[in-house]
């Protein structure tokens, strides 16, 4: 049982550059979120999703996408990085007890 | 939004003593009420938490208390250790959950404990 795994870990990208954040969840929860950590600020909800095929926008969801196909799996993705963009990434899931269990995150530099 | 206001921003003690760390929040139809750890490289990880039927709630060394009220709950982290140095955060539902959390959190700006030998 591995919990919630994100990938990658770090990532550096230039400006207007696309990626995708992978999240990961094992415990068969049917709420995941994501969030950004900003210093000073605590963490963000980004996006988030009440079971797959169902998504909605969070507290910042502008410049982000996401998707849930399957109950496991919800990637976040930029379209098109900007430098304010720059945050530690945390993907979380959760079940009908509300308890989120958090995975590592993944620290993103934009140049 | 929900609106959360936690202090202090940072709190230094010596080890045993006790620490208290306090939220605000401004939506009255919360009714769960998480804290949590956050070690430095790592995610926030669930400590304790309370939901809004009782008004306080412990767990060996740590203890949360809620005034529904005055819309305020509280970290209560007794016998420091220096193993409890972390960033701590609270946090509330988000949104129109119906005051459970349900996947989406507002949270606190966070307290950096710091517990000296």
């Known amino acids: 049982n591995a919990g919630v795994t994100q990938t990658p870990k770090f990532q550096v990208l230039k400006t207007g550059q696309s990626m995708t954040l992978q999240c990961a969840q094992d415990m068969n929860h049917e709420y995941m979120s994501w969030y950004r950590q900003d210093p000073g600020m605590g963490l963000r909800l980004i996006h988030y999703s009440v079971g797959a095929g169902i998504t909605d926008q969070g507290e910042v969801p502008n410049g982000y996408n996401v998707s849930r196909s399957t109950t496991e799996d919800f990637p976040l993705r930029l379209l098109s990085a900007a430098p304010s963009q720059t945050s530690v990434y945390f993907c979380a899931s959760s079940g009908l007890a509300g308890e989120q269990f958090f995975g590592p995150g993944t620290r993103l530099t934009v140049l | 939004g929900e609106n959360v206001e936690q202090h202090p921003s940072t709190l230094s003690v010596q080890e045993g003593d006790s620490a208290v760390i306090k939220c605000t929040y401004s939506d009255s139809a919360s009714n769960y009420f998480p804290w949590y750890k956050q070690e430095l490289g790592k995610g926030p990880q669930l400590i304790i938490d309370?939901?809004?039927?009782?008004g306080e709630k412990k767990d060996q060394r740590i203890a949360v208390t809620l005034n529904k009220t005055a819309k305020h709950f509280s970290l209560h982290i007794t016998e420091t250790q220096p193993e409890d140095s972390a960033v701590y955060f609270c946090?509330?539902?988000?949104?129109?959950?119906?005051?459970?959390?349900?996947?989406?959190?507002?949270f606190g700006q966070g307290t950096i404990l710091t517990v000296h030998p």
């Open positions: 309370i939901r809004s039927n009782v």
């Open positions: 946090a509330v539902p988000w949104g129109d959950a119906g005051g459970t959390s349900y996947g989406k959190l507002t």
